[in-house]
């Protein structure tokens, strides 16, 4: 799987940006799909995953993007996005999508779950 992602920018405090990942492969449907985040000096961390519960998927996000960001994800594109509202200084990092063929539970969160990453992409937020 190769992933592609785009969407970056530099926004102002209380704006909105959309990331998209854009990913190869025929097995896409099934793969959980994660946004991560790595701001300067910081480990990366988990911002948000499309998972999968037997037949269901259903989105998961880190406490302190609740309520603003939203991932969703279109299998016939095999595409996945973010939607970033009310973006916050803290905001700011690379922002990466990563692909998983299967993880479950809490290993969801952890960023060694995932296989396949895409290049990043910048998102800066000015107060």
């Known amino acids: 799987v190769q992933l592609q992602a785009s969407g970056g920018g530099l926004v102002q405090a209380g704006g909105s940006l959309r990331l998209s990942c854009a990913a190869s492969g025929r097995t896409f449907s099934r793969y959980v799909m994660g946004w991560f985040r790595q701001a300067p000096g910081k480990e990366r961390e988990f911002v948000a995953a499309h998972i999968w519960r037997g037949i269901t998927s259903y989105p998961d996000y880190a406490d302190s993007v609740k309520g603003r960001f939203t991932i969703s994800r279109d299998n016939a594109k095999s595409t996945v996005t973010l939607q970033m509202n009310s973006l916050k200084p803290e905001d700011t990092a690379v922002y990466y999508c990563?692909?998983?063929?299967?993880?479950?539970?809490?290993?969801?969160?952890?960023?060694?779950?995932?296989?396949?990453w895409g290049q990043g992409t910048l998102v800066t937020v000015s107060s």
């Open positions: 990563a692909a998983a063929p299967s993880v479950s539970g809490s290993y969801v969160y952890t960023r060694n779950s995932y296989d396949y």
